[in-house]
């Protein structure tokens, strides 16, 4: 517990700087109201909401109003949209977590086995195939799979359909979303499974040089059990590592395919409030991004104390 | 296994030397490597290959593929195969050169951090989490919408952006070299800093620096690729691969005109592929351990 306490400490000095740095950048960005300028709207019109926004105070003065409401649970308001930046977000969030939450364990159901496979036969035709499979997956531009995959089974197909999360006009019962999860889940599962292929492969092979394992193999316990007794528990140490590296991917990995699919999820928002300038929607997306980053490292590092008893919690 | 039989002249070859005949081992690598040479090199002649400018309006709108235009001519009548060639050189510019900035601001940040630890390592380690926390793609989005896209912001931002993962990776390592006897010493004989840092321990990272930047290449030609294709990266008229495929978001290019999209699309990932693998057999080929 103490531990936990510490690495908490620890990470919100972090927090604190992501939070200034993106306001800073922000800033820089110019003011969100020469979007609003034009032949209809007059000059003191736009001075008038930039007081109102408060932005004609010294930079520091609105990032402390900002931290402020934050830590009265207020994550401020769209500029453009005038609602509350936390309903935004928790509107797009489920269909992002649904994306990306499902992919990230398609990815892993296919990376173990196949990663596994890869390092217990190395050096086979099966392993070169593996791994240039794994290669491909890491290299095929999300974009370019996802055009490939709307070319094939939308258009000459006509099974799935090309964008949105439900048909327009109907409530979108279970197999309606399911049907337009089907491509933007499979764009994001190749690409999380290639990567993983290559981290569990290479893991498992160092393992597999062990001393341990060649105590195991001596007394004759059999292949099946060396495998999955000895070598997986502590494949688990690396393949946790990989996992809380994509955890962040949850909010920002997706971006591109939502963009393409025009998936509802937090991308789709991402994007159009960096177009608008939409500044208190871009910093409340940074700032979960930034948290639930910081949350992944956390889970990492306890559930490594739960699977290496050698790790000692200080 | 073959540890035993191997000949004992190897030993006593240069190291560049046995890391080469390592190298040529990984089939793949090699292949993958004159692969890039070739696409490299037709990129660097592009204007030799073909007849036309990237940017000149040579033929009908959107010609299929025939004789004179071998992939076709874009919609507004531009030869594809040639601004093929051309945006190859931008993604290999932007690969490159982003990762020329991002190893070198990870590398000092490093050594660094790793060499002289106490509160120098505290600060620049929090500064490296920090920009890792960022989720990446909005980072590289939110500066791509500030600084104006363009090629040189694009290459900036991608190099300003990439270095975390170098300065953990040098850091690492000098905290283990510190502690060797051939640095020691160097401590002991009063050398100066920048000479133990630069001339001693540098040279001994070179090896998993050199495997980490081909894939942090591999990666800036992806997210170009991605930024472009989204309309944030390199503008148009400049031809890059990734604002090449930026038509096909329309139906009508999608479904009846191919050879506008798919070329582009498979180009980058060959480049990915090969680069890729260029880096696979680069650390086979570099790992002390691996001696098969």
Partial sequence: ?314 | MKKNDKPRGELNRSYLHTVGHRFLRHRMGVVSLYFLCALTLMALLAPFISPYGPTKLVGKFSAPPSAQFWLGTDQVGRDVFTRLLYATRISLLVGFASTAIATAIGVVLGLVSGYFGGWVDMVVMRFTDMVMSFPYILLVLVAAAIFQPGLWNIILILGFVDWPGVARLVRGNVLSLRETAFVQADVVAGMPTRHTLFSEILPNTIAPILVYATSVVALSILDEAALSFLGMGVQPPMASLGNMLNGAQSITILTTKPWLWMPPGIIIILLVLSISFIGDALRDAVDPRNIH
């Fill in chain 1, 1 to 314: 517990m103490r531990y936990i306490f510490k690495r908490i400490l620890i990470a919100i000095p972090v927090l604190i700087g992501i939070t200034m740095l993106d306001y800073l950048i922000m800033s820089l960005a110019g003011s969100p109201l020469a979007m609003m300028q034009g032949p209809r709207v007059s000059q003191a019109a736009v001075e008038a909401k930039a007081i109102q926004l408060g932005l004609t105070q010294p930079l520091y003065v609105q990032y402390f109003t900002w931290l402020g409401q934050l830590l009265h649970g207020n994550w401020g308001y769209s500029i453009k949209t005038y609602q509350p930046v936390w309903s935004m977000i928790a509107q797009n969030l489920g269909p992002t977590l649904l994306l990306v939450g499902v992919s990230l364990i398609l990815g892993f159901v296919i990376a173990i086995p196949a990663g596994v496979y890869s390092a217990t036969h190395q050096y086979t035709k099966g392993d070169y195939t593996v791994v240039t499979l794994s290669f491909l997956g890491t290299s095929i531009p999300s974009f370019f799979l996802s055009l490939i995959l709307v070319y094939v089974f939308t258009v000459l197909l006509g099974w799935l359909p090309s964008g949105g999360m439900t048909t327009l006009g109907t409530g979108g019962d279970f197999w309606d979303v399911v049907r337009h999860m089907v491509m933007p889940t499979a764009v994001l599962t190749a690409s999380f499974a290639g990567s993983n292929i290559r981290y569990i492969r290479s893991s498992f092979l160092e393992i597999l040089q062990q001393d341990y394992l060649r105590t195991a193999k001596a007394k004759g316990i059999g292949r099946f059990l060396t495998i999955n007794k000895h070598t997986m528990r502590n494949a688990m140490l690396p393949i946790i590592t990989v996992l809380s590296m994509q955890v962040p991917m949850l909010i920002g990995g997706a971006v591109v395919v939502e963009q393409v699919f025009s998936w509802p999820g937090l991308g789709l928002l991402t994007m159009s409030s960096i177009m608008t300038r939409d500044y208190p929607v871009i910093m409340g997306v940074s700032l979960l991004s930034a948290l639930i980053v910081l949350a992944g490292n956390l889970l990492a590092d306890i559930l490594y104390a739960m699977v290496d008893p050698t790790i000692q919690l200080h």
